[in-house]
């Protein structure tokens, strides 16, 4: 089953704008990660951030999360045409090395 | 350094069939996950070894079962395909026992007929 679900299920922007997409999980968690994948390949770890932390930043990208609302936010600054693809959050449980549980994705189309 | 490898790419198998998939992980990473990949839906978790053992089961039935070796790289098998099997099937590896962090594969693209 999943935990996660993104939303908007899919998202088409011009490039430059900035991309949002949303996460919501129903369990209290120790992490949540957001992977990219394109084209039904192989998924790319874009960041991780921790249950004790509110926001994180990496190049265009910023996360944040609300551990009280149990929702989790990805912003993509300045979108590129090589942005399109889909993207995932995934979350672990709190007690112990638990396998990671995906939400459906969000598909992100950017036009040049 | 090579990143995870998955073999074959593609496969078509007929129902009742079995099929082995192979992964090997990225040099030094002793962890390995298997997930499924519905079309349209996240990656579901299967299996995680970690140093040749397993760490943990997902939701999947027994026809399903993986195997890693000593040098870290994983195989897994389903048996008796059924339809439904058909999905990208991925692999990733992590330095250590968990699911932090994790480097995919590229996938193995199963269609059952």
């Known amino acids: 089953s999943q935990q996660g679900e993104e939303d908007p299920q899919a998202l088409s922007i011009q490039e430059g704008e900035n991309a949002t997409m949303n996460c919501s999980y129903k369990t209290s968690i120790n992490n949540l990660q957001w992977y990219r994948q394109n084209s039904g390949r192989g998924l790319v770890h874009l960041i991780l951030?921790?249950?004790?932390?509110r926001e994180k930043h990496s190049g265009r990208l910023r996360v944040t999360l609300d551990t009280s609302k149990k929702s989790s936010s990805l912003l993509i600054t300045a979108s590129r045409a090589a942005d399109t693809a889909s993207y995932f959050c995934a979350t672990d449980g709190r007690s112990g090395n638990t396998p990671l549980v995906f939400g459906k994705g969000t598909r992100l189309s950017v036009i040049a | 350094d090579a990143g995870v490898t998955q073999s074959p790419t593609h496969l078509i198998k007929t129902r009742g069939q079995q099929v082995t998939l192979r992964c090997s992980p990225i040099s030094g990473h002793k962890s390995v996950s298997w997930y499924q990949q519905v079309l349209g839906q996240g990656p579901q978790f299967i299996f995680q070894y970690y140093e040749k053992e397993e760490r943990g089961r997902g939701n999947f039935p027994d026809r399903f079962s993986a195997r890693q070796f000593p040098n870290y790289s994983s195989e897994l098998n389903v048996n008796a395909l059924l339809l439904g099997d058909s999905a990208l099937y991925l692999c990733?590896?992590?330095?250590?026992?968990?699911?932090?962090?994790?480097?995919f594969g590229p996938g193995t693209r199963l269609t059952v007929t």
């Open positions: 990733a590896s992590s330095l250590e026992d968990s699911f932090l962090k994790q480097y």
């Open positions: 951030i921790r249950s004790n932390e």
